[in-house]
């Protein structure tokens, strides 16, 4: 059976905080404002560009900065 990781608020808040990082030091790096990343955090809709942004970066680990510039080819 495979493990999969959903990435949701429950997610955001859980590695934002293991990470010791408050909401606009978690959210800046994907290009998310504080103010956005803490309706993400209370449930709002966390459109996909945002999840496959967070997985990449948090849980493979490459840098935002690649990440948005692979996006961008």
Avoid: C
Avoid at 3 to 31: E, H, M, Y
Avoid at 47 to 62: A, S
């Amino acid at each position: 059976m495979k493990n999969s990781i959903v990435i949701n608020a429950d997610f955001a808040v859980t590695t934002r905080k293991s990470l010791g990082l408050n909401q606009a030091d978690f959210w800046s790096p994907l290009g998310v404002s504080q103010s956005g990343g803490s309706r993400y955090e209370s449930g709002r809709t966390m459109p996909g560009p945002v999840r496959k942004m967070m997985y990449l970066h948090y849980v493979v680990g490459l840098d935002a900065n690649i990440i948005k510039r692979l996006s961008r080819v």
